[in-house]
């Protein structure tokens, strides 16, 4: 386990375009990985949502980044990296990565990529929640 006397930041990462009970159910797994977490959630840029979806989140980013800011299970919010990933995740140095367990983009070396920029990070990935029903391309 992490060290008791501070907290165990969590990062994790996803589109958010509007919130939903699956992406609280993600948010407060993220939170039960340390007894005393610090969730840091990365919201993803449109050119990279565009990147990765082929089309545009209906909520803009300053618009998801205000929904993520204001759920309660959040302590901070950030805009990921537009054309390079890693140097937002080493600015909050988290210790653990949660990821999704649908989320790929991106991932393939990451824990290398970060190793190599001086940073040991755990990466764990989570449950999915209902996977069959809350999604965000089923929901709208």
């Known amino acids: 386990m992490f060290k008791e006397n501070r907290q165990t930041r969590i990062m994790v990462f996803g589109t958010f375009d509007g919130l939903h009970e699956g992406h609280l159910d993600f948010f407060k797994q993220a939170r039960k990985l340390a007894r005393q977490s610090f969730l840091v959630v990365s919201v993803a840029r449109d050119k990279n949502v565009f990147k990765i979806k082929n089309h545009f989140p209906h909520l803009n980013e300053k618009k998801r980044m205000i929904l993520v800011k204001s759920c309660f299970l959040v302590d901070k919010a950030v805009l990921s990296g537009i054309k390079n990933h890693i140097p ?6 988290p210790d653990i990565i949660a990821l ?3 989320q790929k983009a991106y991932v393939q070396n990451l824990k290398k990529d970060l190793k190599n920029k001086g940073l040991n990070v ?3 990935r989570l449950r999915p929640y209902k996977e069959k029903i809350y999604k965000n391309h089923l929901l709208n």
């Open 88 to 93: 937002h995740i080493l600015k909050e140095r």
């Open 100 to 102: 999704g367990y649908d």
């Open 122 to 124: 755990s990466i764990i």
